[in-house]
């Protein structure tokens, strides 16, 4: 297989879709349940992230936040959030 050989054009065209974040602010939270986060049986596997995995999400979505305008804001566990995070192993095979 070659390798890809793509002009400038091409590159920005692959990275600006032109899909945009329209609000001020992402929220995020780390739920401590699966809720009804996953489907297609993946809340079996939940596991929340613990307190060192949050710190590194945090330190990187912080790091993000000072990049782009949209203000990243954690809130509690169980609100309405934008992203939330935890982990699964999927009992379904994909």
Do not use: H
Request: net charge neutral.
């Amino acid at each position: 297989m070659s390798i890809a050989n793509w002009t400038l054009a091409q590159v920005i065209a692959q990275l600006n879709t032109g899909n945009k974040w329209s609000g001020s602010t992402i929220t995020y939270a780390f739920p401590t349940d699966a809720g009804s986060l996953y489907a297609g049986g993946e809340g079996a596997g939940f596991r929340a992230v613990n307190a060192t995995q949050q710190a590194m999400m945090t330190l990187a979505l912080t790091s993000w936040d000072e990049l782009i305008a949209p203000n990243m804001q954690r809130v509690s566990a169980g609100s309405s959030t934008t992203a939330a995070r935890g982990s699964t192993s999927p009992s379904p095979i994909w």
